[in-house]
Antibody
Framework: EVQLLESGGGLVQPGGSLRLSCAAS????????MSWVRQAPGKGLEWVSLISASDFRTDYADSVKGRFTISRDNSKNTLYLQMNSLRAEDTAVYYC??????????????WGQGTLVTVSS | SYVLTQPPSVSVAPGKTARITCGGSNIGVKSVHWYQQRPGQAPVLVIY???DRPSGIPERFSGSNSGNTATLTISRVEAGDEADFYC???????????FGGGTKLIV
């Protein structure tokens, strides 16, 4: 059974930084691309970033490009999201999600339970 | 960038059929995926590649895609189906994954 467990969320001031982690189990982590998807309170889903399985190619939504960095440690089966220069509009539940392939995945087939990031002074 | 348009809500009586649409420019040439999100829970993939169901998803859930509209159909709707539903595509032009705004299914 695929399990994705996010951690690292919390309250941070505008302009601050936060690092999210996602511990994965139940599948061969180094064979699948991984994504972060967020959901602002009462709003819809927004894809944030993707990292491929082995060549670590990355892609970002325009709203976070230059501020967020996705990475992974295949030896630890862990996905990360480094978030810098945080803004109020980054407030959301951040979900870790497993892609359906190793590279340019068309969709995600498993989701974690999410971790809440609140950006406020 | 590519935009997906969903109705904010769809109401259906128990036992009837619900149809949730997802509009996009020439969406019929793209692969459309659907997610169900029950209140307070993480999303779950219910349809991928227009009409395929992941294991464990009831046959009551089906999908179609043609022209400018993709449709998620839920037959014999149950109270437990009440949730938000999101369509999603991969826009190869921008290399971005795009979600629709979501539709609340009210049973």
């Amino acid at each position: 059974e695929v399990q994705l467990l996010e951690s690292g969320g919390g309250l941070v001031q505008p302009g601050g930084s936060l690092r999210l982690s996602c511990a994965a189990s139940g599948f061969t982590f180094n064979s699948y691309a991984m994504s972060w998807v967020r959901q602002a309170p009462g709003k819809g889903l927004e894809w944030v970033s993707l990292i491929s399985a082995s060549d670590f190619r990355t892609d970002y939504a325009d709203s976070v490009k230059g501020r967020f960095t996705i990475s992974r440690d295949n030896s630890k089966n862990t996905l990360y999201l480094q978030m810098n220069s945080l803004r109020a509009e980054d407030t959301a539940v951040y979900y870790c999600a497993k892609g359906d392939c190793g590279g340019d995945c068309r969709f995600v087939d498993s989701w974690g339970q999410g971790t809440l990031v609140t950006v406020s002074s | 960038s590519y935009v997906l348009t969903q109705p904010p809500s769809v109401s259906v009586a128990p036992g009837k059929t619900a149809r949730i649409t997802c509009g996009g420019s020439n969406i019929g040439v793209k692969s459309v995926h659907w997610y169900q999100q029950r209140p307070g829970q993480a999303p779950v993939l219910v349809i991928y590649d227009d009409s395929d169901r992941p294991s464990g998803i009831p046959e009551r859930f089906s999908g179609s895609n043609s022209g400018n509209t993709a449709t998620l159909t839920i037959s014999r709707v149950e109270a437990g189906d009440e949730a938000d539903f999101y369509c999603q595509v991969w826009d190869s032009t921008s290399d971005h994954r795009i979600f629709g705004g979501g539709t609340k299914l009210i049973v």
